[in-house]
């Protein structure tokens, strides 16, 4: 029998019973689509995460204190600040890490601030002029800081852009004072927004020199009276020596640090946190994925369902088919026919509906506006077609073997 | 042949002894004239633990060209005697040769190759797919030997039954006599060796039952085609050549009748 004959008799069969095939088409059609549907948007959260931490640039590297142990107690890891502004200096020194083109400290102070009648909680950030660059900030209006604000501990700040609509909405940020633990800063300059939304916003803080904010917001010194800094930014002359930079960096601290045994900071790079990311949604895609894959569990049961109350309506016919010549194989590749049209059109017009639900998530807007990213990428619809096609076999096979096996006689004095 | 079916009269194993004693050289015969040559073939079914002899011990011959009827009350084995003449089952003991090939020990694929190119079923309830025409009935056997010409055979076919024209019409449009008709069409699409007619007239009234009976006749007396008729009825049985008559599980007797 020719797969065309067969194909044709496949439809033949399935369209004598129109609803009753529609039905069980659309147990598969709901189970592909919801696999479709929940896994682009595990696609699509892990592409705008990764899209999102390369734009602040894969060739930066941080430093950041790590676990120490004192006396015998382990604090967390950046429990305690044990670098300092002279790290800072020895890293930027060129012959030490000879592939880093610019260090950028950095010391985070988390603080309500106050301007005319508005008021904000957001993150200060004690940085120095080399900061703006390397993170690709540019103003939008003013100036950001420089060497001699730093040096003077000058009480100056720059506004990151949703930080400056909070407190000035008319836009009119620059020449303004704010305040901040009672201390007035002057407005120099408002940075043009990075984009990004949600937890990831980028334009949420403001930056000082970071001199005045470990001096007179926040006293962070060691005994010795050196500055205490929580990041040291790094930036690498090109991707791939991100690794030697790490090498460079942490033998100059372990030396500056007098380390024998285990380091107390660590250095990440941006590729670290993409692939812990990566890990992260890739793990919620398959959770995501899984769950759906259920509800395709239960279309293919009712595909074998319907196959067995069919074998048995229609003993008698191939009862007629076996006496005229239909060899067992013949039987089997009819019925497991029609199996595979069923699960098969219920996987094309699962991605249909795939489509649509992922099209309908993106529309969804969270609290703060932002949308939900999804992705529908060729491998998922091959996963989604190629699952759908082998449920059609899976669940075909024992129905179809069943009406194969039937004895001819008995088949066909069946009422 | 003659001889041989002279020697029913006496058992089976007088025939055996004859057939034994006169070796080789009468078996190529007997294959070269008979179509069917059935040798001491017996059936046991297995019910749970008992066993029922269905057939016990039937010799048989029937030449190219003939019409024979086999007749017996019900229980005598002519279904079991019938669904191993057409290749549906397998006998117990016995060997069964049907136009020079020995069938009875062929496996299910090989003897659904035989029932299709070598076999005609005509049976009492039609047997017909529902809700699918005369025409793609007929062409069903064409379906599992990838046949030429399929539409034309068909249409032939049904032409020899005389209802070309209604070979769209769905076998449920259709009265009983033209079913009947159409699966007769569909018995001779492969142009088979045999044509086995299972109470062809079981479910038709008389005068069509005429009609169906004399497409038969035609069918035997104008294209030899051989047709074995199981029936009860000894007026349809009449139509044959020679009746054998089946009597638990045994050939009791055989007449033949002269036109």
């Known amino acids: 029998m020719n797969p065309l004959e067969a194909l044709k008799m496949a439809l033949r069969a399935l369209t004598a019973n129109k609803l009753r095939s529609a039905l069980t088409v659309l147990g598969i059609v709901i189970g592909v689509g919801a696999v479709i549907g929940l896994m682009s948007i595990g696609r699509g959260i892990e592409s705008a995460i990764t899209s999102q931490i390369k ?28 670098l300092t502004l002279e790290d800072a200096r020895a890293i930027a020194d060129p012959n030490r890490v000879t592939v880093a083109t610019g260090v950028a400290p950095q010391t985070n102070f988390p603080s309500p601030v106050v301007a005319g009648g508005q008021n904000a909680f957001t993150q200060i950030v004690g940085v120095t002029p080399e900061y703006f660059d390397m993170l690709s900030y540019t103003p939008a209006d003013g100036e950001t800081l420089s060497q001699q604000h730093v040096d003077a501990r000058s009480r100056v700040a720059v506004l990151g852009s949703s930080v400056a609509e909070i407190l000035f909405p008319n836009g009119d940020a620059v020449g303004q004072t704010i305040s901040m633990r009672q201390m007035r800063f002057r407005v120099i300059g408002v940075l043009s927004s990075k984009g990004g939304g949600g937890p990831g916003n980028m334009d949420d803080f403001i930056a000082v020199p970071l001199t005045t904010l470990s001096s007179q917001l926040q006293m962070l010194r060691t005994a010795r009276g050196e500055i205490r800094v929580q990041i040291i ?84 016919e191939i009862g007629i088919r076996k006496a005229v010549g239909a060899k067992r194989r013949d039987i089997l590749a009819q019925f497991l026919f029609e199996s595979m049209v069923l699960s098969l059109s219920g996987g094309v017009l699962g991605i249909a509906l795939g489509w649509l639900m992922s099209k309908g998530f993106s529309s969804f807007r969270g609290p703060t506006g ?3 990213p999804v992705m529908i990428t060729p ?14 076999l899976f669940f075909g096979i024992y129905p179809a073997s069943r009406a194969a096996k039937l004895d001819p006689i008995q088949a066909l004095r069946y009422e | 042949m003659a001889a041989a079916s002279a020697e029913e009269a006496e058992g ?13 050289t009468s078996d190529l015969k007997a294959i070269a004239t008979a179509v069917i040559e059935v040798d001491d073939v017996t059936k046991v079914y297995r019910m749970g633990s ?50 020079g090939v020995e069938v009875s020990k062929l496996g299910d694929d090989q003897l659904a190759e035989i029932r299709n190119k070598k076999i005609g079923f005509v049976f009492q309830s039609f047997n017909l797919l529902p809700r699918t025409t005369a025409l793609a ?9 990838n046949g030429k010409d399929k539409r034309k055979r068909s249409l032939e076919a049904l032409a020899r039954v005389g209802l070309a024209q209604r070979s769209r019409h769905h076998t449920n449009e259709l009265s009983g006599g033209e079913q009947q008709r159409v699966a007769i069409a569909r018995s001779l699409i492969n142009n088979p060796s045999i044509i086995i007619a299972d109470e062809p007239t079981g479910n038709l009234d008389s005068r069509t039952s005429e009609e169906i009976m004399a497409i038969f006749d035609e069918l035997n007396r104008e294209e030899s085609i051989t047709i074995i008729l199981v029936t009860h009825e000894n007026d349809i049985a009449r139509h044959a050549g020679r009746i054998v008559h089946l009597r638990d599980g045994v050939i009791e007797s055989e007449e033949v009748l002269t036109p």
């Open chain 2, 12 to 24: 089976a194993a007088s025939v055996r002894a004859v057939d034994e004693a006169v070796g080789e």
């Open chain 2, 137 to 145: 009935n007929v062409e069903l056997p064409l379906l599992y030997s």
């Open chain 1, 233 to 316: 930014n790094v930036k690498v002359d090109s991707s791939e020596n991100i690794d030697i930079a790490k090498e460079q960096i942490a033998a100059v601290l372990r030396e500056r640090h007098n380390i024998i045994g285990e380091d107390d900071f660590t250095i990440t790079s941006l590729n670290d946190l993409i692939a812990a990311f990566t890990q992260v949604t890739q793990i919620m895609s398959i959770f995501l994925g899984s769950i759906a894959g259920i509800s395709l569990l239960v279309g293919g049961i009712g595909i074998m369902n319907i196959m067995l109350v069919s074998v048995t309506e229609r003993i008698r």
């Open chain 1, 370 to 372: 932002q949308t939900t």
């Open chain 1, 55 to 82: 734009s602040i640039g894969s060739d930066l590297v941080f430093v950041r204190p790590g676990a120490v142990s004192q006396q015998g107690v382990r604090t967390a890891q950046g429990g305690a600040v044990t």
């Open chain 2, 50 to 99: 008992v066993e029922v002899s269905a057939l016990r011990g039937v010799t048989l011959s029937v030449d190219r060209g003939e019409m024979v009827a086999i007749m017996g009350p019900s229980g005598s084995g002519k279904s079991t005697l019938m669904n191993i003449l057409g290749c549906l089952d397998r006998p117990t003991n016995g060997v069964y040769w049907l136009d």
């Open chain 1, 379 to 392: 491998d998922i619809i091959i996963l989604a077609v190629s699952v759908a096609a082998g449920i059609g």
